[in-house]
């Protein structure tokens, strides 16, 4: 028996190529599934971001893991393999989510977390019994998985191994599809399997994949302790309510920690209270915060939100000052999405403000637009006004100021090297995706 593992595109080229394979991460899903796969099963794995797909292929199951912004593409490669008689499954959390959806462009859709079922599908498909629905749910506590990396370190991904920790957010943002997704859950895999997992990667550069690793505080300090004595390096994303515990900090400084993505979101109060995280700037503000930050050598990368209803033109351009100053490594502008199922989705539909009913599938949908009507401005002006934001904050005048940071941004020569890697080509690869249609483009 053979299966295909597949993880889309969200924007595909017709040449094939979407994304530079140096500018991937490894797809960590793919590799769980290939864990709980039996030995005597061919498991083939696929990246549509920089390969091809041969349809032809003889295979007996693919499976493919689908994203909110993957999904148009991921439906286009399942019919097609629909039309050449093999079998699909569909999981992730977009199915999770939107499932009735999902099974308009497939055969087998799967909801919940794979290493409760997974097995059962497989054996399903072997027996061609493959069940319209499997609905495994959640499990209490994390489930124990294996994760078969050999197929993934063949390609050319970005030198960083992939590594989940914990799954969940204990906070509940109105724009935020993971607590939709997880609910109002946290859990954190068993210390033992983690250093374990460590221990055996070939690269000692990690990106713990969570959404918040310092969910639960304690937790994280017995981690991180943990980690110390392999030398590793690693990244991740956490609230900035990390700064307020100096402990903490310290840990994760000592244990390697090389950078942090952080949704600070709005430097405004009044846009943190209406998206639910206020709880943001309690105790502490940003400032104080980054400041600590930087004092324990530890690049932010900073991820902001445009597009709220309490945005102008003034209060934006000071947002862009804002991150200049506080000289962060990086930044993301992300236009405010509302995903399916999330609250402020359901908010702008019964505002009637939404664009596109099912932007994700919207052919006239493309990368970078305001998907729902703002309340204070066009949406051409808001896209116009990102791009701009990108513009300045990655310009040379920025990169260099930003630079010569000592104490996180250049404080080796790997954070200088890295640091250069991203700023140098932000806005060109922003600019790139701005204006794609999402799926295939003909």
């Not at 140096?22 to 549509?48: K, R, Y």
Request: aromatic share 10%; glycine share 6%.
């Amino acid at each position: 028996m053979k299966i295909t593992l597949i993880e889309p595109a969200m924007i595909k080229k017709t040449n094939g190529l979407s994304e530079k394979p140096i500018f991937c991460f490894q797809p960590l899903a793919l590799g769980v599934l290939a864990g709980l796969t039996p030995p005597e099963i061919e498991v083939e794995i696929i990246d549509d971001r920089f390969e091809s797909i041969n349809y032809a292929a003889p295979r007996d199951l693919v499976g493919i893991s689908v994203k909110t912004f993957t999904a148009r593409r991921a439906y286009q490669i399942a019919e097609v393999f629909r039309t050449c008689g093999t079998p699909v499954i569909l999981g992730g959390h977009h199915v999770s989510l939107m499932t009735e959806e999902a099974q308009a462009h497939t055969d087998s859709v799967f909801i919940g977390e794979a290493e409760m079922l997974w097995r059962t599908v497989l054996n399903d498909a072997h027996q061609r019994c493959l069940r319209s629905v499997y609905h495994a749910g959640r499990e209490a506590n994390y489930p124990p998985i294996q994760i078969d990396r050999s197929i993934l370190e063949k390609k050319k991904y970005l030198p960083a191994s992939p590594v989940e920790s914990a799954r969940g957010c204990p906070y509940n943002c109105n724009f935020c599809s993971v607590t939709t997704f997880f609910g109002h859950t946290f859990r954190r895999r068993s210390i033992g399997q983690l250093i374990d997992e460590i221990r055996a990667l070939e690269r000692k550069t990690v990106l713990f994949v969570d959404d918040n690793i310092v969910g639960d505080v304690e937790s994280a300090k017995e981690l991180f302790t943990a980690l110390v004595p392999y030398n590793i390096r690693w990244m991740s994303q956490a609230s900035i309510s990390m700064t307020r515990d100096l402990e903490l900090m310290a840990l994760m400084r000592k244990s390697g920690c090389a950078g942090i993505l952080v949704g600070i979101e709005s430097i405004f109060g009044d846009s943190l209270k209406d998206m639910r995280k206020g709880w943001n700037i309690v105790r502490q503000d940003y400032t104080e915060a980054l400041r600590v930050a930087r004092e324990y050598g530890i690049a932010i990368i900073g991820s902001f939100i445009v597009g709220l209803d309490n945005d102008t033109d003034e209060t934006l351009d000071a947002t862009l000052e804002f991150a200049i100053q506080h000289k962060f490594f990086a930044v993301l502008f992300n236009m405010l999405i509302p995903f399916p199922q999330t609250e402020l989705y359901k908010q702008f539909e019964r505002e009637n403000r939404l664009r596109y009913r099912a932007w994700w599938l919207d052919p006239a949908y493309r990368y970078g637009q305001a998907a729902f009507q703002p309340r204070n401005f066009s949406t051409e002006w808001i896209e116009r006004k990102r791009m701009q934001m990108y513009r300045k904050f990655y310009g040379v005048k920025s990169i260099t100021s930003r630079l010569f940071e000592p104490l996180a941004n250049i404080r080796d020569p790997w954070h200088t090297l890295v640091y250069l890697m991203i700023n140098l080509p932000g806005y060109a690869q922003e600019q790139a995706r701005t204006g794609k249609p999402l799926g295939l483009i003909t």
